[in-house]
């Protein structure tokens, strides 16, 4: 993929940001060279995301909110992160224990998580943070350094995941979209200058990876690798409808071992997703052509993930019948799967609206309510899904919406 239009909608780089992109490319570029011309889109993603001290997750930069690249529920109003907290308070008074949430972002949900449990009188022992952004985990200390000294002294930072069994909750809101993802494409088609076959069996599969031409990276074709192959034969053939030539879309296979290591440390309680994506027989949707994958950059959303490499986020939507599978491989229950919208409405979103005091504010919950709530907005694309272990009472979650069945 090598289109010029993002460049026609994006602003251009700063000085700082022309200056570490291009250092996110020389690395990137040493590495194909390193694998000897071409490289997979998940390695690429991995770099690009992750590479100590220069990826997009590991380097300073202002990432989420007004001012960065992209906007997430709990930064667009505290009402979200109130019925998360409303839920963590159910599952907290059959447990006990503790919360442990899976990137923390700027640290807002964690603080109105906190404040609203300590309103209703059931406060987690501790509530840790794992985080691999040190820019993020530096602005989460400040807001959360805020709080009275009775919820932030709750607050602990993890480096890895805990080795002692965790009950309680474990929050992961927008973590499984930013896990690298391989790259596929169907049959003949699609964009020769791409390197995607030009004739051959229409089942084939062939893995799209990365090259480096005239100074740009550019997608290239190759065999798929045997985890690849063998994941892409077994989606094929269950799914109800074939995939025409040249479909192009991705396949996670980091989802089985980060849902295996997270639900090792779970020894009672509940693991609560959210993030956007689709059950896989919509996700391999034959009309969906060209995947899934996102690039976010000063708050708007494009498809090419060869430029502005460093500086802009790269994601893909999640296939949650693949988080499932992974779940009950892992021991737990699936035990919830909704829309974000059935979620907060389940979970009391219309009660915090009206709690409003005087027009103005009124009226602003409203509309963040919309943002949250409606199809167009956050309300469908975005799901929620609830994985327990040793518990058996309901999810306030989950109670308008049951699409398990979806899955």
């Not at 040249?246 to 440390?265: D, F, K, N, Q």
Request: net charge negative.
């Amino acid at each position: 993929m090598t289109s010029s239009d993002p460049h026609s909608i994006l602003p251009p780089l700063s000085a700082d940001e022309q200056h570490h992109s291009a250092a996110v490319a020389a690395l990137l570029h040493a590495e194909i060279a390193r694998a000897g011309g071409w490289l997979s889109f998940e390695r690429f993603m991995d770099l690009a995301l992750y590479a100590p001290g220069l990826g997009y997750y590991s380097a300073g930069s202002a990432k989420i909110g007004s001012g960065g690249d992209f906007v997430t529920a709990p930064e667009i109003s505290d009402l979200f992160s109130r019925c998360v907290a409303r839920q963590c308070a159910q599952v907290l008074s059959v447990t006990g224990g503790e919360i442990l949430e899976l990137g923390a972002g700027t640290g807002r949900m964690a603080a109105a998580v906190l404040e609203s449990l300590a309103a209703t009188g059931v406060l987690p022992e501790r509530y840790s943070i794992l985080e691999v952004s040190a820019d993020l985990a530096e602005r989460q200390r400040e807001r959360l350094g805020a709080l009275p000294a009775s919820l932030r002294e709750r607050v602990v930072w993890l480096d890895r995941l805990p080795e002692r069994p965790v009950r309680g909750v474990v929050l992961a809101n927008e973590v499984l979209d930013a896990l690298p993802c391989q790259r596929f494409v169907v049959g003949a088609g699609g964009d020769p200058r791409a390197g995607h076959p030009a004739g051959g069996d229409p089942r084939a599969v062939r893995e799209l990876g990365v090259a480096f031409h005239d100074d740009s990276f550019v997608e290239r074709a190759a065999s798929p690798d045997g985890a690849l192959a063998t994941a892409c034969e077994s989606l094929l053939k269950e799914l109800p409808q074939p995939l025409p030539p040249g479909y192009t879309s991705e396949v996670c296979l980091r989802l089985e071992p980060w849902i295996a290591s997270v639900g090792a440390c779970l020894e009672r309680g509940l693991l609560l997703l959210f993030d956007y994506g689709l059950p896989r027989s919509h996700y391999y949707h034959p009309q969906r052509i060209s995947g899934t994958l996102q690039c976010h950059f000063k708050q708007l959303a494009h498809d090419d993930p060869y430029i502005n490499v460093g500086v802009q986020d790269i994601t893909a939507w999640v296939d949650f019948t693949r988080v499932a599978e992974a779940s009950v491989a892992a021991g737990l229950d699936v035990t919830g799967f909704c829309t974000q919208a059935g979620f907060l409405l389940a979970t009391g979103i219309e009660s915090f609206v009206a709690e409003a005091v005087g027009a103005v504010e009124g009226a602003r919950r409203a509309g963040e309510a919309r943002r949250l709530l409606m199809p167009g907005e956050m309300g469908e694309a975005f799901k929620a899904m609830a994985l327990t272990r040793d518990y058996d009472a309901a999810l306030e979650g989950f109670a308008l919406q049951d699409l398990r069945h979806s899955l």
